[in-house]
Structure formats: structure tokens, C-alpha cells
């Protein structure tokens, strides 16, 4: 029988490389899941969704900041 030597550095490129292919397996299977979700129907597409739709800022913010910086 053969018996391995190893390291602290070794065993944490093991659990590294065991930990990276555990998270790669669950984002895409979540992003393949997603795409068949959507193929067929399941999930509606928000073609109106805009993450900047929340922020509102007013023109006279931006020309007071704009003449403040000067």
C-alpha cells in the first residue's frame, strides 16, 4: 500500500477546488433552470424592469451639485 505525504497547503487546494466545483454546479444549474423556466412559460420576462426606476433625482440636484463643486 502507498501512503500520500499531505500538507496543510495541499489539503487546502483540495477543499478550495472541491468548494469552487460545489458553487459552479449550483450557479449553473440555477441559470440553466432559469432558461428552461423560461422557455417554456413558467416565468413571465419583465421587459419594463429597470433597477434606476427607483432613484429619483431632480434636475436642480444635479445643478446645485454641479455649481457647489466648482
Not at 9 to 28: E, K, P, T
Not at 57 to 64: A, Q
Request: no cysteine; proline share 1%; charged share 25%.
Amino acid at each position: 500500500m502507498i501512503l500520500l505525504y499531505f500538507d496543510p497547503s495541499l489539503g487546502a487546494m483540495i477543499v478550495q477546488a472541491i468548494v469552487a466545483g460545489v458553487a459552479a454546479v449550483v450557479l449553473f444549474s440555477k441559470n440553466a433552470m432559469y432558461k428552461v423556466k423560461l422557455f417554456f412559460g413558467l416565468i413571465k420576462q419583465d421587459d419594463n424592469d429597470d433597477v434606476f426606476d427607483d432613484i429619483n433625482i431632480k434636475d436642480s440636484d444635479l445643478e446645485n451639485k454641479n455649481s457647489s463643486d466648482s
